[in-house]
């Protein structure tokens, strides 16, 4: 059963544009969320974190939002640049639990 | 800041071999994580250390895999005997404090062990 889940396992956008990706979870007792990102042939980089008490965090051209009560966040990157072409995990943790990834979206940022 | 030194970063082994992985966090961070990386999804966690201490190995299959950290600063995963369906990217990751402590479990990880078992 997975926990995290990430429904679009790839994604395409142009440069300049907003990248949105997205990311549902069905635990609820989840209190903080993360985002990775992985270049091929390197381990994830961590992007961003939000709490469960906050809806946004932004970080530069980052900013992931989260809404609770549909068990819903998402990551907005403004504007998208060909070095952000990768595949953005995201991940969330209850108390005292291991960090719950789901399975990617691979991002093209089209020149 | 060095980064999360793996090594080796590649190997092929045939079913029912023996390896091993190694990992050095970065410096001065107490919590250490393995993880299992299959491909096509996301990473698993295998085993938590604290310090030298197991914090959780609940998902780890204890009857062919082994981890060790000693002096709380290296740490070693074996697998013994490899089987088809252990191929996957083996990740070390380091974070300043424990996983509870939102504030210092961000964690850092390194470039992976690909491990192909024929």
């Known amino acids: 059963d997975q926990q995290v889940k990430q429904n679009s396992p790839s994604l395409s956008v142009q440069e300049g544009r907003i990248s949105i990706l997205n990311c549902d979870y069905t635990?609820?007792?989840?209190?903080?969320f993360l985002w990775y990102k992985k270049y091929p042939a390197e381990g994830p980089t961590f992007l961003i974190s939000?709490?469960?008490?906050?809806d946004k965090n932004e970080d530069g051209r980052f900013t992931v939002f989260l809404n609770k009560s549909a068990k819903h966040l998402s990551l907005h990157i403004v504007p998208s640049q060909p070095g952000d072409s990768a595949v953005y995990f995201c991940?969330?943790?209850?108390?005292?639990?291991?960090?719950?990834f789901g399975k990617g979206t691979r991002l093209s940022v089209i020149a | 800041e060095a980064g999360v030194a793996q090594s080796p970063r590649y190997k092929i082994i045939e079913k029912r071999q023996s390896v091993a992985f190694w990992c050095n966090p970065i410096?001065?961070?107490?919590?250490l994580y393995w993880y299992q990386q299959i491909l096509g999804q996301g990473p698993k966690l295998l085993i938590q250390?604290?310090?030298?201490?197991?914090?959780?190995d609940s998902q780890l299959p204890k009857d062919r895999f082994s981890a060790e950290r000693l002096k709380g600063v290296d740490s070693t995963l074996k697998i013994q005997p490899a089987k088809l369906e252990d191929s996957a990217v083996y990740l070390c990751?380091?974070?300043?404090?424990?996983?509870?402590?939102?504030?210092?479990?961000?964690?850092?990880f390194g470039p992976g062990t690909r491990l192909t078992v024929l």
């Open positions: 635990n609820s007792m989840f209190d903080y």
């Open positions: 410096s001065g961070h107490a919590t």
């Open positions: 990751a380091s974070s300043p404090g424990p996983i509870w402590d939102r504030e210092k479990s961000t964690q850092y």
């Open positions: 939000i709490s469960s008490i906050k």
């Open positions: 991940a969330a943790l209850e108390l005292n639990t291991p960090l719950v």
């Open positions: 250390f604290q310090n030298n201490g197991v914090v959780d």
